[in-house]
């Protein structure tokens, strides 16, 4: 099989378009409602930085469909690849009602939170809303994920991109109050992002039900047949620890945010979102890249070519390394222009805007680690290597991570910039200890589909 870099990249523009269109509209959120003041912009940015930690769970879970279905393909099952993407779709319901069930809780929730009256109110109601989506988020990522594995990557990009043209456009409309349209502000945000989200999933939904395979002619589609609970037990075994690693290193970083950050103020709390926001914008075209690597990954070990996947890890790296080097250097020589987009004053360098700027500066310094992590673990994902993954993450997040920053920030009293340096010694630490996975070479003996004596 071609592992190459042209192999890569084809694979990789789609994921990296589609990524690049989740982060812009998360930017396009921040920007258009920072001229409603640090507690609209505040409550926004945490409150969607919340709504997706409740998200991420399902979606870490569904991710796994991809390496199913990449190793499905190698072993040139594509019927059996195909019950993967229903179940998928199945967690994906089941997610949104557990979230509509959830929305009544949302209130008591953020009351225990150390956030001003006015931005607890404004984000209840922002999560209350986004929570009607979160069904269409898992969906949109359980078939992305799927065709991906297929080797077509294009639908996932066609589904966020029709997501952020919707989106951005309605918060225009709803955000300020145009075409006759009332101007509700946060929630038109919300609102906005739910419409934009379910557009997005119905647009891959309907390719996938009209029976779409990549390299396969119609009249010859292979059928999933019935489905199979215990490979859905079997997704659930796999995928499970992937979600928990994607959850709690999240939710780590939502106490990070909701309780340690907050007791900065408002103003450290929007900066920081805002800078988060800003660093989606390298984060998500190096996770396409590592995407991509992961279904070259497995489609190698499907195909019972493991001695080929150290080749593509490296070149995966390298491209992902190279990207977020470069947008480490812009975010470290050229911080204020860029935070100044988000302050109320366009013409004039804020507080939030000059407080941004030195967290920005400070991100730099883990643009390269992260895109060592995400390159690795994406790979062990790949293999079914999730359950060390997890631990890895979990144990560094919450043994060193928050408590340094619980101790930087309370003990020592010391300031945002500290706090978020924090966040440094976390990725550099988990690099060390995902490549020491990697290279001790567990992966190659894990059995992910059950057909490996087959």
């Known amino acids: 099989m071609d592992t190459g870099l042209r192999t890569l990249l084809t694979l990789a523009w ?30 926004t940015t945490t409150g969607a930085l919340n709504t997706f930690g409740l998200m991420i769970l399902p979606m870490g879970i569904v991710f796994i469909v991809q390496s199913f279905a990449a190793q499905l393909v190698g072993q040139k099952d594509l019927g059996g690849a195909r019950r993967y993407a229903w179940y998928g779709l199945l967690l994906a319901g089941a997610a ?33 809303i986004r929570l009607l989506g979160l069904g269409a988020a898992v969906g949109i990522e359980a078939l992305g994920n799927w065709y991906g594995g297929l ?28 075409l006759g349209f009332p ?26 039900l009209r029976g779409y395979m990549p390299g396969v002619k119609l009249p010859a589609i292979p059928g999933a047949g019935r489905l199979r609970w215990p490979e859905f037990a079997r997704m659930l075994r796999f ?22 950050f907050a007791d900065l103020g408002t103003l450290a709390v929007a900066a920081f979102m805002a800078v988060m926001q800003v660093n989606s914008i390298s984060f998500m075209p190096a996770f396409g890249l590592s995407s991509a690597g992961a279904i070259l990954v497995g489609q190698a070990i499907g195909a019972k070519n493991h001695d080929l996947v150290p080749a593509i890890v490296r070149r995966t790296g390298l491209v992902a390394a190279s990207w977020q080097g470069l947008v480490g ?37 883990w ?74 070479g567990a992966w190659r003996h894990i059995d992910l589909t059950g057909t490996h004596g087959a």
């Open 14 to 43: 789609p994921i990296v378009l589609a990524r690049s269109a989740q982060a812009a509209i998360g930017f396009a959120d921040a920007a258009m409602i920072a001229h409603l003041g640090n507690d609209a912009l505040a409550a």
């Open 96 to 128: 949104q009602l557990v979230a509509l069930a959830a929305i009544p809780l949302v209130a008591l929730a953020v009351h225990q939170l150390s956030y001003t009256p006015a931005v607890q109110a404004l984000m209840i109601s922002y999560i209350s």
């Open 151 to 178: 080797g077509d990557t294009r639908l996932s990009l066609l589904a966020n991109v029709v997501a952020m043209v919707v989106n951005v456009g309605l918060n225009a409309v709803l955000i300020y109050g145009l």
């Open 183 to 208: 101007a509700m502000g946060v929630d038109g945000a919300a609102i906005a992002s739910v419409i934009a989200t379910w557009l997005g999933f119905a647009v891959v939904a309907l390719v996938f």
């Open 239 to 260: 995928g499970l620890p992937n979600g928990l690693n994607w959850f709690l290193e999240f939710s780590a970083f939502l106490i990070f945010i909701n309780l340690i």
């Open 329 to 365: 250097l812009v975010y470290f020589s050229f911080p204020v222009p860029i935070m100044a987009l988000f302050a109320e004053d366009k013409h004039a360098v804020s507080e939030l805007a000059a407080l941004g700027a030195v967290l920005l500066a400070i991100s730099a310094a």
């Open 367 to 440: 643009q390269l680690f992260d895109a060592a992590v995400m390159t690795l673990s994406e790979a062990l994902r790949a293999a079914g290597d999730t359950a060390w993954v997890l631990w890895a993450r979990v144990a560094l997040a919450w043994v060193v991570w928050l408590p340094l920053s619980l101790w930087v920030v309370k003990g020592l009293g010391a300031g945002p910039p500290a706090a978020t340096a924090c966040m440094v010694v976390y990725f550099a630490t988990l690099t060390l200890a995902i490549a020491w996975r990697f290279r001790s």
